[in-house]
């Protein structure tokens, strides 16, 4: 059983570009959520998947969008990237019986210039 | 909004010291997790808590789920080397997502 992956691991984009993360979840899990966490923070709650709607959003503005795909794997992009969305994305994935643990991937190390 | 405040924010001890760390909530949580993170890396789960009052132990690691719902600690003992890392906690206080809300950390640091 493979756990949570994510790609690219690492991305260097400008400013006013848009960016696309990928994310398979771990076999079982149905329920995907993504995260961002600056330097030295924790992680922040951005939105999350549950059969491919979309099932609750934090404080980010509507240039974070997301998607959910029939085998549960999801993309998280970001339009008009500014240098505060530096940080490491990370996504979890959540088993359909206990959907409040949440299996973290490696994460993605975004770079905006 | 939710806040957790999560202390001490770093710790320094040696090996084979016993460790604590806790964090608090300005409300109620219906779940306690406390999750480990290596440089580089995305958080790997530690321990989850379900009910207020609970006690829960993985190896030499032990978290409480408070009785209030607005707290919970973890106890790590007999500190190693591999212990070193940070140590966040995480609440979700219920609805409809399973969104979870992160303390800011404890940094751990062992010294051999």
């Known amino acids: 059983e493979t756990g949570v992956t994510q790609s690219p691991t690492h991305l260097i984009k400008t400013r006013g570009q848009q960016v696309t993360l990928r994310c398979s979840s771990q076999?079982?899990?149905?329920?995907v959520s993504w995260y961002q966490q600056a330097l030295g923070q924790g992680p922040q709650f951005i939105f999350q998947y549950y059969r491919e709607e979309e099932n609750g959003r934090g404080n980010f503005p509507p240039r974070f969008s997301g998607l959910q795909f029939p085998n549960y794997s999801s993309e998280l992009n970001v339009n008009a990237l500014e240098l505060d969305d530096s940080a490491l994305y990370l996504c979890a994935s959540s088993p359909a019986s206990v959907q409040e643990t949440q299996y973290f991937g490696p994460g993605t190390r975004l770079l905006v210039l | 909004g939710q806040q957790l405040n999560q202390s001490p924010q770093s710790m320094f001890i040696q090996e084979g010291e016993d460790v604590s760390m806790n964090c608090t909530s300005s409300?109620?949580?219906?779940?306690w997790l406390w999750y480990k993170q290596d440089p580089g890396e995305g958080p790997v789960l530690l321990i989850a808590l379900y009910k207020a009052g609970e006690l829960t132990s993985n190896g030499r690691l032990t978290a409480q789920f408070g009785i209030t719902r607005k707290d919970s600690f973890l106890n790590i003992s007999a500190s190693i080397p591999s212990d070193v890392g940070i140590y966040f906690c995480a609440g979700r206080s219920g609805g409809s997502n399973y969104k979870l809300t992160f303390g800011k950390g404890t940094l751990l640091t062992v010294n051999p």
């Open positions: 076999s079982g899990h149905n329920t």
């Open positions: 409300s109620i949580f219906n779940t």
